[in-house]
Structure formats: C-alpha cells, structure tokens
C-alpha cells in the first residue's frame, strides 16, 4: 500500500483521532453484531500500547439529525468489554464540551464521540465541522474501510485539515489490509482467477464487471443480475426479475467475456415473490411463465464447482439468490461452501461485504475464507477501480 501507516508513526503522548466503522445493529439497547467493533482492536490495541491517547469517531445508522435511537453509547460499552478498559462518552461529536473532554485525555485514555451523522455537516463534508475534528488531536488515522468510499467531513476533510496543521494523517491496520487484499487481487493475483458476481441488479455492477473482465480467467454470475444475461441470450425467464434496458449491455459484455463467462444452467423458481410460495427446480431453458427465478440450482452450484476447481484467486462478491427467503438461499450458501473448499486448497479467497459475508457466517466458514471485507460499497468501488476519496487523502509513503 502506497499510503502511510500506524507503523509509520510516533504516536507516544498524542492525541489521536480514529475514524472508526462502528456502524452495528442493535437491539434492545445493544450491540447485536460486535463484529466491526472487533475489526478495529488491533489498531486501536497497537495505538495505546503507542503511548497515545485515542478519540473514536463513527456514524452508526441514518439518522435525520439528534436521534437517541442511534446513540452511540451501547457502542461504548461494548468497546469498553473488548478493550478491558472505560470509555468515555459524551453527548456531542464537536463543540466546548468535547474539546475539552479531548484536551484532558491522557495516555491510554480512550474517548467516543457521539454518532458523526448527528451533525448536518458531516456528509457534506463541511469544512468548518472538519477543521473542528481535527482541532482535536495531533494524528488523524482512518481505519473505516466501509465509509472509505465516501467524501465525508470525519473521512476527507478532517484529514486535509489535520495536514494543513501539521499533523500526520494515516491508515489504520484494517484499511490497510482491505486495500492489501482487494488491491493485490486486482493488481497481482495468482491465477487461475475466477470472480463471482451476484445480487439484484446488473446497473448497480457494471462497472465491476467490466473492470474484471480484462483481469480475471473466469467470470461466474448469478443472483438477479444472472437473469438479464439470459433473457439477453434469447432465453424466456417468465417473471423473473429483469433490467430489460440493459440487454443490450448485457450482449456486449457477453461477447467481450467469451468463455470466460459461466452463468447458471438450471434454477430454483417460484410462482410467487414470497418466503411460502411454490417452488420448483427447472433448466434455465425451461422456465415457465407466471413463475419467477428466485436462486441458482444444484446443477448450477455442481458447474461453478467444476468452474473453481484449481483456481488460486477467488473473489466473490453478491449473494446467489433471494437470500433473505431461507428456502432460496441454498445456492448462496453452495457458493460459500465452495469457496471454504478452494481455501482449503491453497487458494486465496475474498468475500465482499453484506450478504456473501452473512452467508460464510451464517456457515461457520469465516475461518476458511482468507478475507472478508467489512465494507461492501467501498469494496465495490475499488472492484471498479475507482478513487477511494478517505484513502486518496491520507498521507503518501
């Protein structure tokens, strides 16, 4: 990674302000999902055992303003529980009250500011509520890989104003694994290398596709967007969900990809979209109208299967069918098994975020993927080989 990190830096005696990922669900007051939370130990652990005394911030939810359902307080006390050690709160993410809390930090002393989202400046990346973040600490390190993609006041600006004071603005050691992982799969990736792409649409990926078709050995598509290729190759998919504007694209991309392209040859269908409905197992050939494709069938998983077998490279990113509907969810959950295997083998394995990641967990597979981004939007955008505005400003090496 071209970019400066902790390892780069002397923290002893310094505040220093961490731009977190700690959006987590919740439920009835608490974290339900710590798993972020843990993501961010080890830069925050070598940070303290630094000298340096740590400012936490984070936005958790899409809150319209103040909200007290998006408190950031459960966050607090279940980073207190990981850390072995108290962190304060406070009810604000800028202001006196808040400097103040920050200048009588000391070392070892661990601070959460409330939710970024609460100020109205933060996705507009106001510079005046930037310079007020970076007001607060000496070193600004981003180890939010998930809001990396995102040109914010607690992302962006607050690390070009950290820098116009003098201060070193840095990656943490999570963002400097996912840019490690995904970057190195894109740039250098030990071949064969296959990329499964899934999810709803074929608009909301097509930049991803066609950055890895003139990378990748193997592209397999599935989930929604798999539909859209098909009705393109003259194939009848009842009332399956299609993007009927974009079949043309669909044959372009189908022609540039050649072999290169595996899509399903048999699906899990349904008369209706519902968790209840009638469902039935058909060639893609065969669907019939009235009923609608809702996951890749067994033929399917046993091709991709065949379609991995040697790789070395596997990324994989978009869940395999309607995954939310349990009875649909057995063609993402083959994909995740075999991944688990190609790990097994030898083989690198990188799952995006969201449900891919939900499905290797839901599977007890997380120990046999090599990497499993925390950020899916971020991650999409480094697929497509676009600019991450939170690692673009960070300091050069």
Not at 4 to 9: F, K, M, P, Q
Not at 62 to 72: C, E, L, N, Q, T
């Amino acid at each position: 990674m071209k970019k400066l990190t902790v390892r780069d830096i002397d923290v002893g005696r310094k505040r220093v302000l961490v731009r977190v990922d700690f959006n987590v669900p919740l439920k009835e007051g608490m974290v339900a999902d710590d798993t972020r939370i843990k993501a961010s130990l080890p830069t925050l652990a070598l940070l303290l055992e630094g000298g340096a005394a740590l400012i936490l911030c984070s936005h958790l939810g899409r809150p319209s303003g103040v909200d007290a359902r998006f408190s950031m307080a459960p966050v607090a006390a279940r980073l207190a529980d990981l850390l072995g050690r108290p962190v304060e709160t406070v009810d604000a993410v800028v202001g006196p009250e808040v400097q103040a809390a920050a200048e009588g930090l000391q070392p070892g002393q661990v601070l959460l500011l409330e939710n970024t989202r609460f100020e109205s400046g933060e996705k507009q990346n106001d510079p005046v509520l930037a310079a007020q973040l970076a007001a607060l600490a000496d070193v600004y390190v981003n180890d939010a890989f998930g809001t990396a993609h995102r040109a914010h006041a607690s992302t962006e600006g607050v690390a070009q104003a950290i820098r116009a004071k003098g201060g070193a603005a840095v990656a943490g050691l999570l963002l400097e694994k996912e840019l490690d992982f995904l970057g190195g799969a894109l740039e250098d990736p030990k071949r064969p290398f296959v990329a499964i792409i899934g999810g709803a649409k074929i608009s909301g990926k097509i930049d991803v596709v066609e950055s890895l078709l003139g990378r990748i050995d193997r592209l397999l598509v599935g989930g929604g967007m798999a539909n859209t290729f098909l009705k393109a190759k003259g194939l009848d998919v009842g009332d399956s969900l299609v993007e009927d504007d974009k079949l043309g694209l669909a044959r372009e991309l189908m022609e540039r990809a050649g072999e290169k392209l595996v899509l399903p040859s048999d699906a899990v269908i349904a008369d209706a979209f519902d968790a209840e409905a009638s469902l039935k197992t058909v060639p893609v050939t065969e669907v019939p109208s009235g009923w609608r494709i809702m996951d890749i069938g067994l033929t399917t998983i046993q091709l991709f299967r065949t379609a991995l077998e040697g790789a070395r490279t596997v990324l994989w990113n978009g869940p395999m069918g309607v995954f939310e509907f349990a009875r649909f969810a057995t063609g993402t959950m083959g994909v995740a098994q075999l991944l688990g295997q190609v790990t097994k083998a030898g083989g690198r394995t990188i799952v995006g975020g969201g449900d891919s990641a939900a499905a290797i967990e839901q599977l007890g597979l997380v120990d046999n993927i090599t990497h499993i981004s925390t950020g899916g939007g971020a991650s999409l955008k480094l697929l497509e080989g676009g600019p991450l505005p939170g690692v673009a400003a960070l300091d050069d090496k």
